[in-house]
């Protein structure tokens, strides 16, 4: 790990290596080094976590469990339906026209298709077969 780019992960591996050589083995770690934990959860992955910091995954998630019950989760974005009727150009369109089309999830992985046809009912087709398999 770079310290530069992971600061506040090799911090907190940091302050546990110094409270692990001042306690005894088998010492039960308190609880704020967890809670540490659990809020770099957003940057990191367990795996990291653990791997840095020397914590068991089990106890990490167990310590993690109740916070992301506790936070507010977003709804699901609705899905849109088309109909080849919303897929009717409002302009005149050109002989050489293309349409466009951009699907998008959630994730924020998108794909762009330029096809070769305006067709409303062969928009609709190709949306449904993409959507659906």
């Known amino acids: 790990?770079?310290?530069?780019?992971?600061?506040?992960?090799?911090?907190?591996?940091?302050?546990?290596?110094?409270?692990?050589?001042?306690?005894?083995?088998?010492a039960r770690i308190p609880d704020h080094f967890y809670t540490a934990a659990v809020s770099l959860l957003d940057r990191y992955s367990v795996s990291a976590i653990c791997r840095e910091t020397r914590l068991r995954p089990a106890s990490l998630r167990k310590h993690a469990a109740p916070l992301r019950a506790a936070a507010p989760t977003t709804p699901p974005?609705?899905?849109?339906?088309?109909?080849?009727?919303?897929?009717?150009?409002?302009?005149?369109?050109?002989?050489?026209?293309?349409?466009?089309?951009?699907?998008e999830?959630?994730?924020?992985?998108?794909?762009?298709?330029?096809?070769?046809?305006?067709?409303?009912?062969q928009l609709h087709a190709l949306c449904a077969t993409l959507l659906h398999s």
Request: no cysteine; hydrophobic share 40%; net charge positive.
């Open 77 to 103: 974005t609705p899905f849109l339906q088309l109909a080849p009727a919303d897929l009717v150009p409002r302009h005149t369109i050109a002989a050489n026209s293309h349409a466009r089309l951009l699907f």
């Open 1 to 26: 790990m770079e310290p530069s780019g992971h600061v506040d992960l090799l911090d907190l591996k940091a302050q546990l290596d110094t409270w692990r050589q001042s306690h005894r083995k088998r």
């Open 105 to 121: 999830r959630a994730d924020g992985s998108r794909l762009t298709l330029h096809l070769p046809t305006t067709d409303p009912a």
